[in-house]
């Protein structure tokens, strides 16, 4: 069931061995460059060493289907992957420039964006030169409805001014962030799904102001999630992306194989979860047997297999259904792991947590950090609420075809 090709396993194993090879042996270089920086947004060395390595053993944008940017690979051949590299969330992603957002900005940029765009921002992007951030969700409103999205842009004459204030802007505050995507409001009249439009805005334009970094239960991730105000920021018409009103088609667009990427690194993320437990409660001994021994770690055990298989085939088979049927076709399935894979992957950290004692709530495990991040999984691209609804109606309407639709 959902065989990879020749080429997918071909790529699956070369990825493998470079982890091996390179990225694990590199975490501890990449702590130790973080802490002797003393900068929680420092880009430590070890990280262009490892994209120098891994372009030049073509391991490199695997994420764009697109072939004239990438190696055209399916959803489905991605997300394994995807998943590979979730085993070191921290830095295999970027090492190989396949992380978020850049990945969704990149394939924005690819569909939407105009020559002008693809030569400042997707050549030099591809090229892992530069990053880039998406600036949608605001602090004053529910953003997981993002027709409630404030961000004025007003057209003038050949420029259009933007003002609001974003948060959650991940990326903003990596060292080589140098364009923002932002999503605002073109024409507040028009039809409630046309009222949106996107514009790219490089980072240093006048108006645009970083003004905090938001830490993660604790946690200042490297990347930096921040809040961004936009006050008078004049861009040209050019800015924009597609057409006015165009903001949540585009907005679909990126996030469908987004939320695939996600989905398969949560699922590496617990695989990895997984093999600590396992050392962990091997390694220790309590009352005289193995921690190993006690049957209550046996069915963490266990019941953690059984939930990374049940997620891992769903995803997969969301890749597979929009390789073949399409993203619409897909919806239900999307929405499913969106909603299964993090919560997946929590369960098995907060069982590896259990097992590693005090060291598990410590920096001297990676766990603590992990749980931190798929718990902000959870909200990321949409809160569960959100596709549970849309999982909901669609169950609704699959027995009542009309239903809430006199009503919308």
């Known amino acids: 069931m959902f065989e990879l090709s020749d080429r997918g396993q071909d790529y699956c ?14 975490e501890s270089v990449y702590r130790e460059q973080m802490r002797a920086s003393g900068d929680a947004n420092h880009h430590p060395q070890v990280l262009e060493d490892l994209k120098a390595e891994a ?4 391991l490199w944008n695997l994420f764009h289907p697109h072939p004239e940017w990438g190696p055209g690979l399916t959803n489905l051949e991605y997300a394994h992957l995807a998943e590979i590299t979730g085993r070191s ?18 394939e924005v940029l690819t569909l939407f964006g105009t020559d002008e765009h693809k030569e400042k921002y997707l ?27 404030e961000t004025s842009m ?117 695989e990895r979860a997984l093999d600590l437990m396992i050392d962990r409660a091997q390694s220790r001994v309590t009352f005289g047997e193995p921690v190993a021994n006690r049957a209550n770690i046996m069915d963490w055990v266990a019941e953690s297999r059984i939930e990374i298989e049940m997620a891992r085939l769903l995803t997969l088979k969301a890749a597979h259904m929009m390789d073949t049927v399409g993203n619409k076709v897909a919806r239900t399935e999307i929405a499913a792991i969106k909603v299964a894979a993090p919560a997946v992957a ?12 005090g060291g598990g709530v410590s920096d001297d495990f990676p766990l603590a950090q992990w749980y931190a991040h798929m718990r902000t999984l959870r909200l990321a691209d949409g809160p ?3 596709h549970k609804m849309t999982i909901a109606r669609r169950e609704y309407r699959r027995r009542s075809p009309q239903w809430g639709k006199q009503a919308s």
């Open 13 to 26: 194993d070369r990825l493998l061995t470079f982890m091996d090879e390179h990225v694990y042996p590199a």
């Open 55 to 58: 372009r030049s053993q073509g």
């Open 89 to 106: 969330i921290e830095i295999a992603p970027e090492a190989i420039n396949c992380n978020a957002p850049d990945t969704g900005n990149m």
């Open 123 to 149: 050549k030099p992007l591809l090229a892992g030169e530069m990053a880039s951030a998406f600036a949608m969700t605001e602090p004053a409103v529910a953003s997981s409805d993002a027709t409630n999205v």
């Open 154 to 270: 007003v057209r003038d004459g050949d420029e259009y001014v933007i003002n609001g204030r974003k948060w959650w802007t991940s990326n903003a505050l990596h060292r080589n962030c140098k364009v923002l995507i932002v999503m605002g409001k073109t024409d507040p009249d028009a039809p409630t799904h046309r009222q949106q439009s996107m514009m790219v805005v490089p980072i240093d334009t006048p108006g645009v102001k970083i003004e905090r970094g938001l830490p993660v239960f604790g946690y200042m991730d490297r990347e930096g999630h921040a809040e961004v105000t936009f006050t008078d920021v004049r861009v040209p018409v050019t800015a924009l992306l597609a057409e006015e009103g165009d903001g949540f088609m585009i907005s679909q667009a990126r996030l469908g194989p987004g939320r695939i990427h996600h989905c398969m690194r949560a699922i590496g993320v617990a």
């Open 346 to 357: 929590l369960k098995v950290i907060d069982r590896a947590i259990q097992v590693h004692g």
């Open 384 to 386: 569960d609420e959100v």
